[in-house]
Structure formats: structure tokens, C-alpha cells
């Protein structure tokens, strides 16, 4: 059953579903990504719980006026409104008082979820109400989803998605360089409300998929697990989308094949293993590598120290040291050098006699750090060979000098 679920063959409705809630995924990550990056990811989370007024209010406004109060257009359309209402407070919030946009997010959110949760106790006494399934919507669930309700899903996730690469080139250069944005004609201004519409739209889209309390982890955790892969904005946007895809894609075949189990959470746990794994196993910023790296390099210094102090004759006193030395054959058991050993010192001495003259000349540039422990370097590999010869001729006339 797990296959055929994974290879879209469980059904027309459950297919429509995945593809859905793979687009979703997709657009959360790109959406998400631009939060994350332009520092803005926590207004997700205000854009969520804002929607849940709107929900509670398009039931009754539809009851009311005798419409199909279970229609999901309906629902989403009142869900909509009532997130730009919220995102429309939290701008007003920020711009006209002394609040941050963190004070004012904590706010709208606060306020407009607890507005919603007083409408659904109110929908639950309505007769009919308790069937209405809203609550469906805090944590999502594609169980018994109607196909027209899927395949709105599916076409506005395409949609969405089809927006942001349309707009993709704007939005990254307003979002990573703004001032040369706007001398290019662009309105910063304008593709903030279009990435914020964009996460707007994601999340309402979201709401019956993944919940509302949890969307905002659809849209940041994919972004943040690319973080962990490049650093290149292209590459993370990329990286982003393919993992929000996949969540959305292996939590609903999941949520296909266990209707018990809710969507949201288990489309979000597949993320957070997706960020697990980034986290571990990435190349330059997962632990491991960090960890490789640092034992590279603490092997780098304990041998640079080691035959620095060889090649001046003084004794190594760092077991440490001592051991990497002989393990390599630079040293013999008693602490004496071979001739390899010796070989190697001189070269080392040399190269970081060569750092430090480099280091002087370019002194007042910015071609090094100051932090730069130049001596674990191989200048060999780092500079021209024209360069080299440059310091050698320094240090040359340097030694005839003390002579």
C-alpha cells in the first residue's frame, strides 16, 4: 500500500492531494526562503493565526445567507481576508508606534487566535456546527477530502508557485540588494507585498493540509534546511522548494495510507527530518563536517607546531604533538627527528617565515585577515610563483642585512 501511494496509485482524489500538497511545499520553500533570508520569518507565524477569525466568520456569514458553509473557497476566501486584516494590523503596528515587529506580531496573533478559538466555541453550540469539521483546520487532515476541494488546492499551489518564478528576479534583487533594486525601477515596497501575499497565500492554502498552528514550520523549516547546503541564494531557493516538496509529498502518502493519523504533523515531522539531516550531514555546515574540519585543524596546528619546533631544535613537551609526529615517521621514539623529519621542519620554517614577510608587505590591504594563522597555510598553493620569488628576495636581503 506504501507503494502505491509513494507511485500515485492509490486513487484519483488521494493522487490530487499529493501533487497539492507537493506544489504547497514547494511554493512554502521559495516563499520561506525570502522570509527567512530578509529576516522577516517570524510574521509567518502572525499570518496563521489570523486566519482563524476569518474561518469562523465565513461558516456563519455562509449559514447565514444560506450557502454551503462547508465550501472550502468559502472557507479559505474568509481565511484570506481575515490574515491581510491581521498582516494590514501588524505593518500599522510598526510603522505608526514605537513597537518592533516582533511586539506587534506576538500581538496580532495573540489577539486574532484568540478571537477565532471564542467563533469556534460559539460554531460547536450552532446546530450542525460540531460537523462542520473547522477544527480540521488547526492541524490539517486530507482524510475524506472532497476532489473539488483537492483540486482547488492543486490549482492554486500551481498558481502560486508559477507567481514567484514569474517574479523571482525581482524579488531577489530587492530582497538581497534593495537600493540597486529601486535604481533598476523596482518598488521595494511592492515586492514586499507580493512575497508577503505569496506566504499569505500559501499559508490559507495550507490551512486544510497542514493546519494553521503548524504552517509556518512548512515555511521556515525548508529554508532553513538549505542554509545548511549553499550559500548561494539560487541554490537555496532551489534546495528550499525540493525539500518543501518532498515533505508535503511523503507526509500526505503517509497521511494517505493512515487516515488516523493527522496531515500537518506528519508533513512537518518529514520536514524536520529532512533538517535533521541537513543539519548532520551537510558538507560545510553540518556537524560532522564541522567536527572533520576541527579535527583537521587541530591536527594541522599540533603538526605545524611540532616541526616548527624541530626545525629551531627545541624538544616537543605535547604528547599529542609527540604521537602525530612518530606516527608520521618525523620523529623518532626518543623525540630525535629523522631525516624526513628534518626535511619537513625546514620546509615549514620556511613557509612560515615567508607568511610573515608576505604579512608585512600587505600589511595595510585588505588581502588577509588578521586573524589568519598564515603558518597552516602553504603559501605554495595560496600565492603566484612571481610573489614567492618576490618574498624570497626579501627575506634574502633581510639575512644579508643581519650579516
Same mark, same amino acid.
Given at each position: 500500500?506504501?507503494?502505491?501511494?509513494?507511485?500515485?496509485?492509490?486513487?484519483?482524489?488521494?493522487?490530487?492531494?499529493? $501533487?497539492? /500538497?507537493? &506544489? +504547497? #511545499?514547494?511554493? !512554502? @520553500? *521559495?516563499?520561506?526562503?525570502?522570509?527567512? %533570508?530578509?529576516?522577516?520569518?517570524?510574521?509567518?507565524?502572525?499570518?496563521?493565526?489570523?486566519?482563524?477569525?476569518?474561518?469562523?466568520?465565513?461558516?456563519?456569514?455562509?449559514?447565514?445567507?444560506?450557502?454551503?458553509?462547508?465550501?472550502?473557497?468559502?472557507?479559505?476566501?474568509?481565511?484570506?481576508?481575515?490574515?491581510?486584516?491581521?498582516?494590514?494590523?501588524?505593518?500599522?503596528?510598526?510603522?505608526?508606534?514605537?513597537?518592533?515587529?516582533?511586539?506587534?506580531?506576538?500581538?496580532?496573533?495573540?489577539?486574532?487566535?484568540?478571537?477565532?478559538?471564542?467563533?469556534?466555541?460559539?460554531?460547536?453550540?450552532?446546530?450542525?456546527?460540531?460537523?462542520?469539521? $473547522?477544527? /480540521?483546520? &488547526? +492541524? #490539517?487532515?486530507? !482524510? @475524506? *477530502?472532497?476532489?473539488?476541494?483537492?483540486? %482547488?488546492?492543486?490549482?492554486?499551489?500551481?498558481?502560486?508557485?508559477?507567481?514567484?518564478?514569474?517574479?523571482?528576479?525581482?524579488?531577489?534583487?530587492?530582497?538581497?540588494?534593495?537600493?540597486?533594486?529601486?535604481?533598476?525601477?523596482?518598488?521595494?515596497?511592492?515586492?514586499?507585498?507580493?512575497?508577503?501575499?505569496?506566504?499569505?497565500?500559501?499559508?490559507?492554502?495550507?490551512?486544510?493540509?497542514?493546519?494553521?498552528?503548524?504552517?509556518?514550520?512548512?515555511?521556515?523549516?525548508?529554508?532553513?534546511?538549505?542554509?545548511?547546503?549553499?550559500?548561494?541564494?539560487?541554490?537555496?531557493?532551489?534546495?528550499?522548494?525540493?525539500?518543501?516538496?518532498?515533505?508535503?509529498?511523503?507526509?500526505?502518502?503517509?497521511?494517505?495510507?493512515?487516515?488516523?493519523?493527522?496531515?500537518?504533523?506528519?508533513?512537518?515531522?518529514?520536514?524536520?527530518?529532512?533538517?535533521?539531516?541537513?543539519?548532520?550531514?551537510?558538507?560545510?555546515?553540518?556537524?560532522?563536517?564541522?567536527?572533520?574540519?576541527?579535527?583537521?585543524?587541530?591536527?594541522?596546528?599540533?603538526?605545524?607546531?611540532?616541526?616548527?619546533?624541530?626545525?629551531?631544535?627545541?624538544?616537543?613537551?605535547?604528547?599529542?604533538?609527540?604521537?602525530?609526529?612518530?606516527?608520521?615517521?618525523?620523529?623518532?621514539?626518543?623525540?630525535?627527528?629523522?631525516?624526513?623529519?628534518?626535511?619537513?621542519?625546514?620546509?615549514?620554517?620556511?613557509?612560515?617565515?615567508?607568511?610573515?614577510?608576505?604579512?608585512?608587505?600587505?600589511?595595510?590591504?585588505?588581502?588577509?585577515?588578521?586573524?589568519?594563522?598564515?603558518?597552516?597555510?602553504?603559501?605554495?598553493?595560496?600565492?603566484?610563483?612571481?610573489?614567492?620569488?618576490?618574498?624570497?628576495?626579501?627575506?634574502?636581503?633581510?639575512?644579508?642585512?643581519?650579516?
Amino acid at each position: 500500500m506504501l507503494w502505491s501511494a509513494l507511485s500515485l496509485s492509490l486513487g484519483y482524489n488521494a493522487t490530487l492531494v499529493t $501533487l497539492g /500538497s507537493s &506544489l +504547497l #511545499g514547494a511554493a !512554502a @520553500g *521559495m516563499a520561506g526562503t525570502f522570509l527567512y %533570508l530578509s529576516k522577516k520569518a517570524l510574521i509567518s507565524d502572525a499570518i496563521s493565526h489570523a486566519t482563524l477569525p476569518g474561518l469562523g466568520l465565513a461558516f456563519l456569514m455562509a449559514r447565514g445567507f444560506g450557502w454551503d458553509e462547508r465550501q472550502l473557497a468559502i472557507l479559505l476566501t474568509g481565511s484570506a481576508a481575515s490574515a491581510a486584516l491581521g498582516l494590514y494590523f501588524v505593518t500599522l503596528l510598526t510603522q505608526k508606534t514605537r513597537l518592533t515587529q516582533d511586539t506587534a506580531i506576538g500581538c496580532v496573533l495573540s489577539v486574532f487566535f484568540a478571537f477565532g478559538v471564542v467563533l469556534l466555541t460559539i460554531i460547536q453550540t450552532v446546530p450542525g456546527g460540531r460537523k462542520a469539521g $473547522l477544527e /480540521s483546520f &488547526l +492541524l #490539517g487532515s486530507t !482524510a @475524506g *477530502m472532497l476532489y473539488s476541494d483537492a483540486l %482547488l488546492i492543486l490549482i492554486l499551489s500551481l498558481f502560486t508557485t508559477l507567481l514567484l518564478l514569474v517574479f523571482l528576479r525581482p524579488i531577489k534583487l530587492i530582497t538581497f540588494d534593495a537600493s540597486y533594486g529601486e535604481t533598476l525601477g523596482l518598488s521595494s515596497r511592492g515586492v514586499e507585498i507580493l512575497v508577503l501575499f505569496v506566504a499569505l497565500a500559501v499559508t490559507v492554502l495550507g490551512m486544510k493540509i497542514v493546519g494553521l498552528i503548524l504552517i509556518v514550520a512548512l515555511l521556515i523549516i525548508p529554508a532553513v534546511s538549505a542554509r545548511f547546503w549553499s550559500e548561494k541564494a539560487d541554490v537555496i531557493l532551489l534546495i528550499s522548494a525540493g525539500f518543501g516538496a518532498i515533505s508535503g509529498y511523503i507526509g500526505s502518502t503517509i497521511s494517505a495510507i493512515s487516515p488516523s493519523l493527522p496531515t500537518g504533523p506528519i508533513i512537518v515531522l518529514c520536514s524536520f527530518g529532512v533538517f535533521l539531516t541537513s543539519f548532520i550531514f551537510a558538507p560545510k555546515r553540518g556537524i560532522l563536517a564541522v567536527a572533520l574540519n576541527h579535527h583537521r585543524f587541530q591536527k594541522t596546528v599540533h603538526l605545524t607546531q611540532g616541526l616548527l619546533l624541530v626545525a629551531q631544535g627545541q624538544s616537543i613537551y605535547e604528547p599529542k604533538t609527540h604521537r602525530l609526529l612518530r606516527r608520521l615517521g618525523y620523529v623518532r621514539a626518543d623525540g630525535v627527528a629523522t631525516e624526513v623529519g628534518n626535511s619537513m621542519a625546514a620546509k615549514t620554517l620556511l613557509n612560515e617565515r615567508r607568511w610573515s614577510h608576505w604579512k608585512k608587505l600587505v600589511r595595510d590591504s585588505d588581502q588577509f585577515d588578521d586573524q589568519t594563522v598564515f603558518s597552516l597555510m602553504d603559501i605554495e598553493k595560496k600565492l603566484t610563483q612571481d610573489q614567492i620569488n618576490m618574498i624570497d628576495q626579501g627575506l634574502a636581503q633581510k639575512q644579508q642585512g643581519q650579516v
